[in-house]
């Protein structure tokens, strides 16, 4: 069947073109995923790192990973603001059931921790008793309000939720660029190229 054409019982597929056999995300969309992308990595690297820096070197490194998250925390709010505008392209009906319902758990978990994620981060801080002012300050210069004043028993909790929850990142991301490799490279589907 020619891609150009369509019977008249389907609706057309959005983005649907040679490259994109199965329809293709909207150009904003692809540039909110792809921004998150290296931001996310060095997110997860400093946050990593952190334990292990000098005392008098670790107030730039939660600078910067706490301005890192709050990127990642408004790209990711304003993408599911968008999906309210531009619906993402339905799975191919050659996309079995469970992997259906498996793209869909990941998707849904890697949006919620990488909204939830960052707000713990932020409240963990301010808990410590560091909110992002002066040294700590977003990007480095933007200084942001205090929250709460210090309370060491609701940071150790926060803490511990932020590093559980940082912990479960490379098991999605895994899942999630495993997924991908596996239709393009295995079952050479046009999935991946959705994205692209």
Do not use: C
């Amino acid at each position: 069947m020619d891609l150009a054409t369509e019977t008249p019982m389907q609706a057309p597929i959005k983005g649907r073109d040679t490259l994109h056999p199965d329809g293709q995300y909207s150009r904003l969309a692809k540039w909110f995923h792809w921004l998150t992308v290296p931001l996310l990595f060095l997110a997860l690297l400093t946050g990593l790192v952190i334990r292990f820096m000098k005392d008098d070197a670790k107030m730039p490194f939660y600078a910067l990973h706490e301005s890192l998250g709050l990127l990642i925390l408004g790209l990711s709010l304003a993408r599911l603001a968008w999906r309210g505008f531009s619906k993402a392209p339905v799975l191919p009906d050659h996309v079995p059931a469970a992997q259906r319902r498996a793209a869909a758990f990941v998707h849904h978990a890697l949006y919620a921790a990488l909204i939830i994620q960052p707000l713990l981060g932020f409240f963990t801080t301010n808990a410590y008793g560091f909110p992002m002012q002066g040294a700590t300050a977003f990007l480095g210069f933007i200084d942001l309000p205090k929250f709460m004043e210090a309370a060491p028993a609701l940071a150790g909790v926060l803490h511990w939720m932020h590093s559980l929850l940082g912990w479960t990142f490379p098991l999605l991301l895994a899942a999630h660029i495993g997924g991908a490799i596996y239709h393009h490279a295995i079952r050479r589907d046009g999935t991946l190229l959705r994205m692209l």
